[in-house]
């Protein structure tokens, strides 16, 4: 039990088709994370949200599309995406969003499209 | 853009060696994490040191840091084949809060 949930565990999707990742933690944390990994590749930082607000949005395309409506939530909203965006997506919580704390993952949502 | 290195990619030892993997990084900073990743799960924690601090413990795990040279180790002793896993160094940039993850070391433990 990590403390940070996600679902699914697996999507496979079309590139027309319209989806959302979502990631839940239970650990009273006021920054979250959206990351993702792709084979041997390093772990790329996409969205940081802090106390619900985005303070990090690294060049990612428009057909991802985050939303915190809380701290315990997070969401990847997800549309027309490209062969190239299949991979796992993770998401990350820690407690303030500053780089002295330790990060908690969930277990990643394993994306692939069609 | 990717801040640390890990080294080597994939490292293969029997259980009770010891197994030691290297992180170098290109720009000065404020902490340095290093992170394990099983197989089809997330990333677990595992030891934070300061850039003030130049060595940590955590049970059977050693960590060091030179910043100097930039780099830091990651020392795993009397390994049993549960830490075969993928291990992961992040470092911070000197003025920004985010954490930049390497491509991670393969470590394999053969029973």
């Known amino acids: 039990e990590t403390g940070v949930t996600q679902t699914p565990r697996h999507l496979v999707m079309g590139m027309t088709n319209k989806k959302s990742l979502k990631c839940e933690q239970h650990?009273?944390?006021?920054?979250m994370y959206w990351y993702k990994q792709s084979a041997k590749k390093p772990l790329e930082l996409m969205f940081v949200y802090s106390l619900e607000e985005r303070v990090e949005n690294n060049s990612v395309p428009s057909r991802f599309s985050p939303e915190c409506p809380n701290s315990s939530h997070l969401f990847l909203h997800l549309h027309t995406l490209q062969p190239e965006d299949s991979a796992l997506y993770l998401c990350?919580?820690?407690?303030?969003?500053?780089?002295?704390?330790?990060?908690?993952f969930g277990d990643g949502t394993r994306l692939s499209i069609l | 853009s990717q801040q640390g290195e890990e080294d080597p990619q994939a490292l293969s030892i029997q259980e009770g060696e010891n197994a030691t993997m290297n992180c170098s990084y290109k720009?000065?900073?404020?902490?340095l994490q290093w992170y394990r990743q099983n197989s089809g799960r997330g990333l677990v924690h595992l030891i934070l040191?300061?850039?003030?601090?130049r060595e940590k413990h955590s049970g059977r795990l050693r960590v060091t840091l030179d910043t100097s040279k930039k780099s830091s180790s990651l020392l795993i002793t009397a390994s049993r084949a549960a830490d075969t896993a993928s291990y992961f160094c992040?470092?911070?940039?000197?003025?920004?809060?985010?954490?930049?993850f390497g491509a991670g070391t393969r470590l394999t433990v053969k029973p």
């Open positions: 720009t000065s900073i404020n902490n």
């Open positions: 990350a919580s820690s407690q303030d969003g500053v780089s002295n704390q330790p990060q908690h």
């Open positions: 650990l009273g944390h006021n920054a």
């Open positions: 040191i300061r850039s003030n601090e």
């Open positions: 992040a470092t911070d940039l000197h003025n920004n809060n985010d954490m930049r």
